[in-house]
Structure formats: C-alpha cells, structure tokens
C-alpha cells in the first residue's frame, strides 16, 4: 500500500536501504521514517516492494539534523526544504536558492543567541528586576511597555523604552 508522501517511480534496483541510511546519516530508523512521516523526505518501492531511498535524501536528513540543531521547529524545515524540487535530485542552485532563504532566519538567530551570550549575565529586560543593574537598565520596568518577554534579548534596548515613554506622555 502506498503512502500519501511517496513518490511513485518506475521499478529500479538501486536507492539506499532504510538500514543504509541510517548507517549513512547517524539516525535511527525510527527517526528516518518519522521524517519520512513528516513528509521531509519521499522514498519509493523498489521491484521487491521494499522502501528506497535516493542518495540526495542523505542531504536533506543532513539538512534537518542541522536545522533542528539550530532550533528549527519540523514545520519551518518542511517549509524550507518544500523549496526543493521533488522527483529529482536537487542541484546546487536548487541548494544555494534554500540557503538565500533560510540565511535572513540563520542571522536572526545568531543575533539573538549572540545577544544572549553577551548580555544573559545583565538586564535583559525581562521584568525580574532582580539584579542591582535592572535599576539602570529597566527602571519601574519600562520593558514591559514594549511586550512581554525578555525585551533586550529580542533585540529591544533600554533606549526604545524611553522613546515609548515619550510616545506615551500627555501633550
């Protein structure tokens, strides 16, 4: 029976094992086929009715470990990778058009985890006002004027909080 998320293609003997694949990307099988599940990847049947894969799908799991490594929910590695082509072997500009895409993500996470390595041991912003500094940085908590969270840590500053304060005052 065959699966909404497989590819239909003519009989052939080559394509990867599940076993291989594992072997190959460090994965477990369960996890393979949750991906496969997930519709991140697309096997086929060869003659004996036995699940294949293409070489290429090693590239995309690669891409998913990475991705999740880097916080990526399945759901935005679906979108990226649904940027790829289906039924053939993705080309490198294929490749270099998923990246373009997925840079302008990668810098804003850098930014942010960037943020957090350097100002985790300051104000952040957040409300807590538990640190002698908060009283400069945060004063009455300010911050919360701009939203929840940790204000600073998404990429506020204790400027934005006097500019709002300004915004706010009566004329």
Avoid: H
């Avoid at 991140?40 to 995309?60: F, K, M, S, T, V």
């Avoid at 690669?62 to 990226?80: D, K, N, P």
Wanted: include cysteine.
């Amino acid at each position: 029976m065959r699966k909404p998320n497989e590819i239909r293609r003519p009989a052939r003997r080559d394509g990867l094992s599940i076993g291989a694949m594992a072997a190959r990307t460090g994965l477990a099988v369960s996890a393979i086929r949750y991906y496969e599940t997930e519709g991140l990847i697309a096997p086929w049947r060869n003659e004996a009715g036995q699940r294949r894969y293409d070489r290429a799908d090693i590239r995309r799991l690669s891409f998913v470990l990475i991705a999740q490594g880097l916080g990526a929910s399945i759901a935005e590695i679906r979108a990226q990778l649904a940027a790829l082509p289906r039924g053939r072997t993705p080309t490198a500009a294929d490749w270099r058009r998923l990246s373009a895409q997925y840079r302008a993500d990668l810098d804003r996470r850098i930014a942010q985890l960037t943020r957090l390595r350097d100002d985790l041991d300051g104000c952040i912003g957040c409300g807590c006002l538990s640190l002698e500094r908060c009283s400069l940085y945060n004063p009455g908590d300010r911050a919360a004027r701009l939203g929840s969270g940790p204000r600073y840590l998404l990429g506020d500053s204790p400027d934005d909080t006097v500019e709002n304060a300004s915004d706010n005052s009566p004329s």
